[in-house]
T-cell receptor, first 108, second 115 residues
Framework: AQRVTQPEKLLSVFKGAPVELKCNYSYSGSPELFWYVQYSRQRLQLLLRHISRESIKGFTADLNKGETSFHLKKPFAQEEDSAMYYCALGGSNYKLTFGKGTLLTVNP | KAGVTQTPRYLIKTRGQQVTLSCSPISGHRSVSWYQQTPGQGLQFLFEYFSETQRNKGNFPGRFSGRQFSNSRSEMNVSTLELGDSALYLC??????????????FGEGSRLTVL
């Protein structure tokens, strides 16, 4: 079975502070991990994928297969980063399994 | 190019009725997925279609069904509505499942309220 856990429903940080959104997964096969983001009044959209190993909007995420984690990090949070963040797991069965999401608020 | 379009955007039904939701994918996209989004459960997978074939179905009762047409447009139907079916129903499309980028493009959703 595929399962994604995001332990924090809410995360509040100040502008300029580091931020880490946690994601743990359970999957017996070779996982593909994603972070999706939903800004206020916008559609859910892809932020980054583990396979691309790129930094998007200053965010990075490293897949740790030993700890089955895919935490999202940014060294200096900005107010425009305030959004709902979803970690998602893709397998070979044509579906994404999403975590329940973490609402990030970046305070001025 | 135009994004994923879902209609209707909002609808109100009563228990026992049925509802049909429509999704037009991005032009050229052949894979269409449906998700139910609720505050308590988050995003839950309903089904995925490719070339008119359902390739996977989530853990929902048989009252939830879907189909895909030859032009890749998709519909989902919920019969005998229950209060718990109130949710935002999201459609997402991609060229092929996971394709080159693994990216799903989401619509704005159809918000269903069951009274």
């Amino acid at each position: 079975a595929q399962r994604v856990t995001q332990p924090e429903k809410l995360l509040s940080v100040f502008k300029g502070a580091p931020v880490e959104l946690k994601c743990n997964y359970s999957y017996s096969g070779s996982p593909e991990l994603f972070w999706y983001v939903q800004y206020s009044r916008q559609r859910l959209q892809l932020l980054l994928r583990h396979i691309s190993r790129e930094s998007i909007k200053g965010f990075t995420a490293d897949l740790n297969k030993g700890e089955t984690s895919f935490h999202l990090k940014k060294p200096f949070a900005q107010e425009e980063d305030s959004a709902m963040y979803y970690c998602a797991l893709g397998g070979s069965n044509y579906k994404l399994t999403f975590g329940k999401g973490t609402l990030l608020t970046v305070n001025p | 190019k135009a994004g994923v379009t879902q209609t209707p955007r909002y609808l109100i039904k009563t228990r026992g009725q049925q509802v049909t939701l429509s999704c037009s994918p991005i032009s050229g996209h052949r894979s269409v997925s449906w998700y139910q989004q609720t505050p308590g459960q988050g995003l839950q997978f309903l089904f995925e279609y490719f070339s008119e074939t359902q390739r996977n179905k989530g853990n929902f009762p048989g009252r939830f069904s879907g189909r895909q047409f030859s032009n890749s447009r998709s519909e989902m139907n919920v019969s005998t509505l229950e209060l718990g079916d109130s949710a935002l129903y999201l459609c997402a499309s991609s060229l092929e499942w996971r394709g080159d980028t693994g990216e799903l493009f989401f619509g704005e959703g159809s918000r269903l309220t069951v009274l």
